[in-house]
């Protein structure tokens, strides 16, 4: 088994967050009622005509500047002809021969340093409506919202070689893709998803193997799991003495297995020619090269300055950076509360944490780094300790507002009176007059044992640094 290479290469789709639709100016957005975001051109009434929205450009530009593509100054939109449901044109427009980018790459981290993962190239299209299938047998539903949503394509060239650099590459478009905000990337809702395309070749061999396809993929989960499976399946078909037939591959989530769905079609199946309806895409030098000044900081120079300005340890500037969302909500918090370390440690444990019990992504974090902030500081102006900000934190999650309203409100401010302190410390020693001779006997576990009931009487209000030392100063009298 271990003398095969795996060999993959991803066709990934990026919804772009423009406003309006590609061509035509319905709005965009997520969730709305089933056909109220059609008008007739997206609806493929005859005689309308498409007109091409210039953001669509500019952001696909943005995305080839972002990964090192060459930009095209000549392109055009071609018809990808197929008949599906959910296409009322019979045709979906999109880019063939020329499209707006080719020959970039994006670096991955793999266990052997750095790798370049080239990318063919980076068109736009338009994407399909969706099928509403009926769960009680009543059949299909079209609803044509998505119809005329614009996107990116991004090709890659077939060097990835693992799930796990698969996954490191998307986890890179996407981290790319946020941060220059082309697209909101939030794949539980289709705004990214892949085409995997897997073969499997002896080592030491030159050429590739036939691949198969699997199609619509947006959970990392399920991407590394269908190419380990997919992988294993055409090795074992080669062992046996079979080939490998060239097809589009469903994954099934729940038995943890390929389907066949139909033959692979090839580009002449599709019968492209260029749109009539549509102008050639021209772009002057001066365009590119505004673009590429309005490009914001990368993941990767982002993740260098906190480095060397914030001192982060390597792990912890690679999550970090990783996510636009997470570094925004960083350095705003970091400038307000002047404490970055706690910040660092608050984004890496608590916050991470949370996000990974609930399924949320760094985007859904409601609470703003202004809030975070000043969570911050209230611990280190010693107002609340740290387990009540922990509580705070989960407030903030659920319903964000201001964490010095939230401590008032819930009554969670520290106690640090010395009076109160004593008056717990005096009663906890009179419950507990066997710990106070086993402490006395040089038992260190008694203390933490007292300071751990006073605790629980005050619901951890009580400043745990005043109850270690008075603890201390009592039984020593
Ligand atoms: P399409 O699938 O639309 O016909 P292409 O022929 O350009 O488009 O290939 C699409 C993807 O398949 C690319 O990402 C490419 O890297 C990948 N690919 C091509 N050949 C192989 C192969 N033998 N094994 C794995 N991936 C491949
Ligand atoms: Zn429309
Ligand atoms: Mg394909």
Redesign the pocket.
Known sequence: MSDYET?????VHAELSTKTKIFCSCPTSFGADPNTHTCPICMAMPGTLPVLNEKVVEYAVKAGLATNCEISRNSKNDRKNYFYPDLPKSYQISQFDKPLCEHGYVEIDTEEGKKKIRL?RIHIEEDAGKLNHDEFGGGSLVDLNRAGVPLIEI????DLRSSQEVEQYLRKIKSILEYIEVSDCKMQEGSLRA?V???VRKKGETK????T?MKNMNSFRSIVRAIEYEANRQIDVLEEGGIVEQETLRWDEVSGKTFSMRD?E??QDYRYFPDPDLVAIKLSDEYIENIKKGLPELPETRKKRYLEEYHLSEKDANIISSSKYLADLFEKASAICNNPKAVNNWIISDISRILNETEKEPIDISFDSNQLGKLVLLIDKGTISSSIAKKVLTELFENPRDPEEIIKEKGWIQISDEGAIKEVVLKVLEENPQSISDYKSGKDKALGFLVGQAMKQTKGQANPQMLNKMFIEEMNK
């Open positions: 060999v993959i290469g991803l066709e063919l090709v890659s060239e077939p085409d395309n897997v073969s590739f193997g036939t691949r396809e692979k090839d580009a």
